[in-house]
T-cell receptor, first 115, second 114 residues
């Protein structure tokens, strides 16, 4: 099976712009979770989508949003970019069963730099 | 105070050494404990998964969970240069439904010197 793919791999934007990142999960996986990784804060949970519905949300401002399509592919959007949004954005897919038996597989991430 | 605390390192050991990596946590609701390994410029990959307290062994890797002390460990025996990576602990709690929210430590950077 192909792994989780994320596009683009690298992105440079300026403050105030918006950005859309894409994630294609492993075939058959229905859950997609998004995380932000920074050196100071580590990996922080953004949100999870399951069958096109947001199932859980982390403590990020409303500028961070996402969606999931019927084929389980997911996008996340960040509007009005700030310098502090510079980070590695990771997507993880899983079958979407109970957390106790579900394994999350991570993609390589999108490195976003905000200038 | 963060829910999960992890010593960021860096940790440098000679090849063949036993490595001990640790995390502490404050949320007693956590029941699922994982260790991920992340190589430079890659996404994290799952190494070990443990439910509740106890030990789990997989080859050179052993994961321990002590829920009474809110403390988890990962031991690497006979460490190899290929083990050089960032190791992340992660924890999850049942949230009244099937959700996948994991809380991660900040990661420990390990370098195994040949």
């Amino acid at each position: 099976k192909a792994g989780v793919t994320q596009t683009p791999r690298y992105l440079i934007k300026t403050r105030g712009q918006q950005v859309t990142l894409s994630c294609s999960p492993i075939s058959g996986h229905r859950s997609v979770s998004w995380y932000q990784q920074t050196p100071g804060q580590g990996l922080q949970f953004l949100f999870e989508y399951f069958s096109e519905t947001q199932r859980n949300k982390g403590n990020f401002p409303g500028r961070f949003s996402g969606r999931q399509f019927s084929n389980s592919r997911s996008e996340m959007n960040v509007s009005t970019l700030e310098l502090g949004d510079s980070a590695l954005y990771l997507c993880a897919s899983s079958e979407g069963r109970d957390i106790g038996t579900d394994t999350q597989y991570f993609g390589p991430g999108t490195r976003l730099t905000v200038l | 105070q963060k829910e999960v605390e992890q010593d960021p390192g860096p940790l440098s050991v000679p090849e063949g050494a036993i490595v001990s990596l640790n995390c502490t946590y404050s949320n007693s609701a956590f029941q699922y404990f994982m260790w991920y390994r992340q190589y430079s410029r890659k996404g994290p990959e799952l190494l070990m998964y443990t439910y509740s307290s106890g030990n789990k062994e997989d080859g050179r890797f052993t994961a321990q969970v002590d829920k009474s002390s809110k403390y988890i460990s990962l031991f690497i025996r006979d460490s190899q240069p290929s083990d050089s990576a960032t190791y992340l602990c992660a924890m999850g709690a049942p949230l009244g439904g099937a959700t996948n929210k994991l809380i991660f430590g900040t990661g420990t950077l390990l370098a195994v010197q040949p």
